[in-house]
């Protein structure tokens, strides 16, 4: 199909072509041979009159009208998708679509894996690829490449729906034997011992030392740093370390774990998870119908603590 003689189909070649930056990884994604993705650029370069892409050394970048070009053309493509997406009904019994999820282990643990349980009953052709947060999740989201980020309102992408999932408080996990039998530290014992920090999305510390600071005056001594939250009991057990975790992680650990919960000496704000989707799928049925079920999963989950 043409318009305003311009091939359509090749708007996905070229989108391919201007995100990957390199004709073998564009002819990956499109399912196309490389000399078949090779004869688009051809042709697309004698459409706009440009290079598109200008070799220097062995890699590509875009040209000046490459790189205008560049949004506007997948925000064309996203367009379509929803609109392709839009049946007047959905069935999650018969539906075989894939959702990508972006979220903390944290979210993992504590909600997403019971949504996909309840998933496997209902929509059992259904898809999920879950994934942890990462630098690119702003951008992923945006590019549509994932359907749902979860994810602390600081680190939302404006300009997108979201909706409020669920919130916690923040709870120590300590091994039995250290610390004595109380349910409680002193604030001068939680400043005075070695504590188990997490980082996440290469090497991003979470945000609890400086509210920490801000509040207490005082800073955590934290000598081990886990890459992820559900690996901190691992690094937990038998030591006299500290880990402050969110509340709902940390029962559930501690069910799993030879490791109590007790109470943070420390007044941390509470934080609350929000689940955000590209605007162009608000109308989305099968969207609405997983948005729906994560929402059920969440109002059922535990109360929080504090």
């Given at each position: 199909m043409r318009f305003d003689k311009l091939d359509l189909n090749l708007l996905v070649v070229l989108d391919a072509l201007l995100t990957t930056r390199s004709v073998t990884r564009a002819a990956e994604?499109?399912?196309?041979?490389?000399?078949?993705?090779?004869?688009?650029?051809?042709?697309?370069?004698?459409?706009?009159?440009?290079?598109?892409?200008?070799?220097?050394?062995k890699s590509f970048v875009l040209t000046p009208l490459a790189a205008e070009l560049?949004?506007?053309?997948?925000?064309?493509?996203?367009r379509v998708q929803a609109i392709s997406r839009a049946q007047p009904t959905f069935d999650p019994a018969t539906s075989q679509r894939r959702f990508v999820i972006d979220s903390s282990d944290?979210?993992?643990?504590?909600?997403?894996?019971?949504?996909?349980?309840?998933?496997?009953?209902?929509?059992?052709?259904?898809?999920?690829?879950?994934r942890t947060r990462s630098p690119q999740s702003r951008e992923l989201l945006q590019?549509?490449?994932?359907?749902?980020?979860?994810?602390?309102?600081?680190?939302?992408?404006?300009?997108?729906?979201?909706?409020?999932?669920?919130?916690?408080?923040?709870?120590?996990?300590?091994s039995p034997g250290h610390f004595g039998s109380h349910t409680q530290l002193t604030a001068e014992q939680y400043f005075d011992a070695s504590h188990i920090g997490v980082e996440w999305?290469?090497?991003?510390?979470?945000?609890?030392?400086?509210?920490?600071?801000?509040?207490?005056?005082?800073?955590?001594?934290?000598?081990?740093?886990?890459?992820?939250?559900?690996?901190?009991?691992?690094?937990?057990?038998?030591?006299?370390?500290?880990?402050?975790?969110?509340?709902?992680?940390?029962?559930?650990?501690?069910?799993?774990?030879p490791l109590r919960v007790v109470e943070c000496p420390v007044e941390i704000p509470p934080f609350a998870e929000h689940m955000q989707w590209h605007k162009y799928q608000e109308r989305d049925p099968a969207m609405a119908w997983l948005r729906a079920l994560l929402i059920e999963v969440a109002q059922e989950m535990e109360p929080r603590a504090g």
């Open positions: 994604r499109v399912f196309l041979s490389q000399p078949a993705t090779s004869l688009s650029l051809k042709r697309l370069r004698e459409y706009f009159k440009d290079e598109l892409l200008q070799p220097i050394g560049a949004k506007p053309v997948h925000d064309v493509l996203l944290y979210v993992i643990s504590v909600l997403l894996s019971e949504m996909v349980r309840r998933a496997t009953s209902v929509a059992p052709r259904m898809e999920f690829d879950l590019a549509g490449d994932i359907e749902l980020l979860i994810t602390p309102q600081f680190a939302m992408v404006p300009g997108h729906p979201s909706e409020l999932l669920f919130e916690d408080t923040f709870s120590c996990l300590v999305g290469g090497g991003q510390r979470l945000t609890y030392d400086q509210r920490l600071i801000a509040v207490g005056k005082r800073a955590r001594r934290q000598d081990v740093i886990a890459p992820s939250f559900t690996i901190v009991p691992h690094l937990l057990v038998g030591t006299p370390r500290i880990a402050t975790l969110p509340t709902r992680l940390a029962r559930q650990i501690a069910a799993r774990f």
